[in-house]
C-alpha cells in the first residue's frame, strides 16, 4: 500500500519535461525525478547510478543513489520505469555515493557526507518486491569515494577510504569470497612521491588502473594483493593533464582511456599494448568547455557522462586509426540538463552517471537534479555491443554428469563458471579461455550431489547467474 501512495503523488514529477533538448540518434524511453527530495551543494538530489540483471527472473533494475537513499526500478519495460524499493543509507546529504553490483548483491559507500557512513550490502534477489540489507558496518572504512568489484577475482576494491578511529587509506582490497561477508585482502601504499589517493579505479583480473587526482594515472599488477607491482604510470605533462579521474579499458586489454574532471579538459586514448609504455594517441570533448565526468568502453563504442552536455556516444571500433588532433565521431548524444546556454558552462551539474552495460542495451543515465533516465540510441550499433554480454543457455535441466553451456553470444578471454549451492559454498569451478569462437563450453557435474544451484559465470566486468537443479 505504501508504494501505490509513493506512486500516485510521484505521478506527477515523473513525466518527461516538455522542453526542448538537445539529441542525436538517443531518445528518452522514460524518466523519473522528485524535485522535493533533500538537495545539498546547491541543486543536487542524484549522484551516481548502476544497473542490475537478474538472469534469474529475466528483469532489469535501475538502481541510483539520492542524497540520503538508494532507489531501485524495475526497468524491463524501458518505457515503464517501475518504482520497487527505496533504503535509507547510514551517512545522510551525501554528495557522492558509489554503488557496484556482484551475483545477485548490491555493494554502495558513500563520501562527503553529513555522519558516519559504511560498506553497506543488500541483497537484491527479492525484487522487484524490495531488497534486504544483510551487511551495515565501518570496519573497512567510515567513509569511502568509489568502489570497484573484478568479479572474476572475487574483489571489491575501496578508494579513497576512511578508517576507524583515525587515518585514510589510498586504496583497500577486500575478498567477496563470501559475498555477504568480506574480508581484507590488502591495502595500498603509494611509494613515496608519486599519488596520495586513488580518486577511481578499474580492474581487469590481476591488472588495476589507479587514478591518482593530480599525480596522473598508475597501472599496477595485483597478483599479490599485499605486495603489488607498479608496472607504468602517466604523469604530468600528458595532454590537458589536470584532476586524474577515471580510466577504463577496452575489450582487447590494448587501449585506454580516461579523464581529467577539469573544465574544459578532454578525454585522452592511450595505446597500452605495450603496457609498460603507454603511448598517447588523441584527446577530444563533447564541445569546448565541457566536462566529461565517468567515461566506459562496451564493444566499439565509448559512452560518457558529461555533466551539463548530457550523453555522450562516440564511435572507437577503430582506435588505431586516431592520432591527434584526429577526433572519434559522436554517434549519439542526449542533453539530460538543458538549463545551460549551448557552449556556457557553470560547473558541477548534470549528467553525473551513465551506465551502459543492461543486455538489453538500454542506457542507464543520473543527472544531479533533473533525475533518472532510460535512454536507447537510434543509431544501428555494431555487433560488437552484443558481444559485452555473456548470453548464456545451459542444458539439461535438470542435469545428471555434463552441464552443457551455450555462448549466444561470442567472447574471447577467461570466462569464469562457478556453481554455487544453496549455502552459498562454491562446489564446482572452472575457468575456460576462449579464443571468440566457441558455442559450446561443458563442465563435469556428476559429483554434485541431488539439489538446486546457482552457475554463477563471469567474463570481464560482466556477471550472469543461472539457476540450475540436479
Not at 556482484?102 to 555522519?115: E, F, K, M, W
Not at 534477489?125 to 568479479?151: K, R, W
Not at 565541457?290 to 566499439?300: D, I, S
Request: charge should be negative; aromatic fraction near 12%.
Amino acid at each position: 500500500m505504501k508504494k501505490t501512495i509513493y506512486l500516485i503523488l510521484c505521478i506527477a514529477i515523473s513525466a518527461i519535461a516538455s522542453q526542448a533538448q538537445q539529441a542525436k540518434n538517443m531518445k528518452v524511453l522514460s524518466k523519473w525525478n522528485n524535485p522535493n527530495l533533500q538537495k545539498v551543494d546547491g541543486d543536487q538530489i542524484w549522484n551516481d547510478c548502476t544497473g542490475w540483471k537478474d538472469t534469474v527472473k529475466n528483469k532489469e533494475y535501475f538502481i541510483a543513489g539520492s542524497t540520503d537513499s538508494i532507489y531501485v526500478f524495475d526497468v524491463t519495460n524501458p518505457n515503464n520505469m517501475i518504482f520497487c524499493d527505496v533504503k535509507p543509507c547510514r551517512a545522510k546529504f551525501a554528495i557522492n555515493r558509489d554503488y557496484e553490483t556482484y551475483s545477485h548483491y548490491l555493494y554502495t559507500v558513500s563520501d562527503r557526507t553529513s555522519g558516519t557512513g559504511a560498506l553497506q550490502i543488500f541483497d537484491l534477489q527479492y525484487l522487484p518486491d524490495s531488497m534486504v540489507e544483510v551487511f551495515n558496518n565501518d570496519t573497512f572504512g567510515s567513509s569511502t569515494h568509489t568502489i570497484f568489484i573484478e568479479a572474476a577475482s572475487k574483489r571489491l576494491y575501496m578508494c579513497t577510504n576512511i578508517l576507524k578511529p583515525a587515518g585514510i587509506s589510498a586504496m583497500d582490497i577486500l575478498s567477496l569470497q563470501n559475498p555477504e561477508k568480506p574480508t581484507f585482502l590488502g591495502r595500498l601504499n603509494p611509494p613515496q612521491g608519486s599519488f596520495i589517493k586513488v580518486h577511481e579505479m578499474y580492474a581487469r583480473h590481476d591488472t588495476v588502473y589507479l587514478s591518482g587526482e593530480n599525480a596522473g594515472l598508475y597501472i599496477y599488477d595485483y597478483r599479490n594483493p599485499t605486495n603489488p607491482v607498479l608496472i607504468s604510470s602517466i604523469t604530468p605533462p600528458y595532454p590537458q593533464a589536470g584532476y586524474n579521474h577515471s580510466a577504463w579499458i577496452d575489450s582487447t586489454g590494448k587501449w585506454l582511456i580516461f579523464t581529467d574532471e577539469n573544465q574544459g579538459l578532454g578525454i585522452k586514448l592511450y595505446d597500452i599494448s605495450d603496457i609498460r609504455n603507454p603511448s598517447f594517441k588523441t584527446v577530444w570533448n563533447s564541445n569546448t568547455g565541457a566536462l566529461p565526468h565517468n567515461a566506459y568502453w562496451k564493444g566499439g563504442y565509448v559512452y560518457v557522462s558529461s555533466y551539463e552536455d548530457g550523453v555522450y556516444i562516440y564511435d572507437l571500433r577503430n582506435p588505431e586509426k586516431y592520432q591527434f588532433p584526429g577526433v572519434p565521431p559522436v554517434v549519439a548524444f542526449y542533453d539530460t540538463y538543458p538549463k545551460n546556454a549551448p557552449g556556457t558552462y557553470f560547473g558541477f551539474h548534470g549528467c553525473w552517471g551513465v551506465w551502459p552495460f543492461l543486455p538489453s542495451g538500454n542506457i542507464l543515465a543520473s543527472d544531479i537534479s533533473e533525475g533518472l533516465f532510460v535512454l536507447n540510441t537510434l543509431y544501428p550499433l555494431s555487433a560488437n555491443e552484443e558481444a559485452q554480454t555473456i548470453g548464456a543457455k545451459i542444458f539439461p535441466n535438470p542435469v545428471t554428469n555434463q552441464l552443457n553451456i551455450n555462448l549466444q553470444n561470442r567472447i574471447s578471454g577467461i570466462l569464469q563458471v562457478n556453481i554455487i549451492n544453496m549455502q552459498g559454498k562454491r562446489v564446482a569451478e572452472k575457468n575456460f579461455y576462449l579464443q571468440g569462437d566457441e558455442s559450446y563450453l561443458d563442465l563435469n557435474t556428476e559429483a554434485l550431489p541431488k539439489g538446486i544451484y546457482m552457475v554463477e559465470l563471469s567474463h570481464s566486468h560482466t556477471f550472469e547467474t543461472l539457476k540450475l537443479i540436479k
